[in-house]
């Protein structure tokens, strides 16, 4: 059994994004995925365009629209339009296609992909990393990157993240053509839903709608939702395949590392707990892991708590911001609308945060304390 520099559990976004860096800086990496062929993943696909600057290949391939348009509604009336600017902040991606598109640069960088490989046991031996597989085969390895998803039961174990996990609960709907959604606009619901939103992401043929609930454990009805929402985007209110999902979300500062192993995207609960993104921090955490282990395979002297620091740096401070804006948001949502999103600055600030320039402790204080005072 040879010995791997690093295996990553999890070939999605976060997992194919650190076997990417980590090979091509040399390393033996191999990428672990439980599937034998690609599932579809309950993911709508927005990302900011800034994430191109972290990779030295074109992710265009994998995007399927530019978004220069957003559109919010209030109970399907009271619209606000914001124009986001420059020639592509906001890009709808195909789940599918980016993460093979990346697995793939990361195979092409010299990382090997096992699959079908599920995970049924991981520890620490004679100092590294022993893995076996659900039929019974092993791997040993230096350093683990924890990649599999919001399902992951290796966080826990290795007290990584979170201990008490945040969910966002979302209902996807995949349909058939445009409707009345015009290429190049993403539309934002938020009347309809109890503490949440609706969603709708054109995409290369079809529509990408969503439901979501961020405060408590249920979705919040959402068949009886999206028979309101559909036919507003021009669809019948029964069409399309519908997903449902429970999204770990961020939940506060906690280790992301331990000895020689460490989480990422979505096993590390890092999704916007206000907006619901998770690739934008997946594909962030991923790189940001590959330069952590980078360095410490390098000299183990320099430890692996730089990759904690640096997502809450990059990322957690914002989020923690995010959290409070969405506690108070969501409980008061109609206050929250005209005092957020109907505000003449809005548009312009929505367009900011959506495209990366700008992070939600920029604007939470205002935001925070205007919903206070007004409820």
């Known amino acids: 059994m040879s010995l791997k520099d690093v295996v990553i559990i999890g070939a999605g976004a976060a997992g194919s994004a650190a076997a990417f860096h980590l090979a091509n800086n040399g390393w033996k990496v191999t990428l672990l995925e439980k599937d034998s062929s690609d599932s579809i993943k309950p993911c709508g696909g927005g990302i900011a365009a800034a994430v191109q600057d972290w990779f030295p290949f074109e992710l265009s391939p994998a995007v399927v629209q530019i978004i220069n348009r957003v559109e919010f509604s209030w109970c399907l009336s009271d619209n606000v339009i914001a124009q986001l600017p420059g020639s592509a902040p906001f890009w709808i991606v195909e789940r599918k296609k980016l993460d093979q598109l990346i697995t793939n640069k990361a195979i092409d960088a010299g990382a090997e992909l096992l699959r079908p490989f599920q995970v049924v046991d ?71 839903v109890h503490h949440g939103f609706a969603w709708a992401f054109p995409v290369a043929n079809g529509v990408n709608v969503g439901v979501g609930t961020f405060i408590g454990d249920q979705a919040t009805n959402s068949e009886a939702i999206l028979e309101k929402f559909l036919p507003s985007l021009g669809f019948d209110p029964h069409e399309g395949s519908r997903q449902n999902a429970q999204l770990r979300v961020w939940n506060g500062h906690h280790n992301l590392h331990g000895d020689g192993i460490l989480a990422v995207g979505d096993a590390a609960s890092l999704c916007d707990p206000f907006l619901a993104e998770g690739l934008r921090p997946a594909l962030m955490s991923g790189c940001e892991a590959a330069q952590s282990i980078h360095l410490w395979l390098q000299d183990k002297t320099f430890g692996l708590g730089n990759y904690t620091n640096s997502m809450r740096t990059r990322w957690g401070n914002s989020m923690a911001w995010g959290r409070r804006i969405a506690q108070v948001f969501y409980r008061f949502p109609k206050v929250g609308y005209q005092l957020g999103i109907k505000r003449p600055t809005a548009p312009q600030r929505i367009a900011q945060i959506l495209s990366g320039e700008m992070g939600y402790g920029d604007i939470a204080q205002r935001v925070i304390k205007r919903l206070l005072l007004k409820k």
Do not use: C, M
């Not at 040993?140 to 290796?154: F, H, L, P, Q, R």
């Open 122 to 192: 991981l520890k620490k031996q004679a100092g590294y990393w022993q893995l076996t597989s659900k039929d019974g085969r092993e791997l040993e390895s230096k350093a683990v990157v924890i990649a599999d998803g919001s399902n992951s039961v290796w966080p826990k174990v290795f007290k990584l993240g979170p201990r008490i996990q945040h969910h966002a609960s979302t209902t996807s709907v995949k349909l058939a053509g445009k409707g009345n959604l015009l290429d190049g606009s993403a539309r934002f619901e938020f009347g309809l």
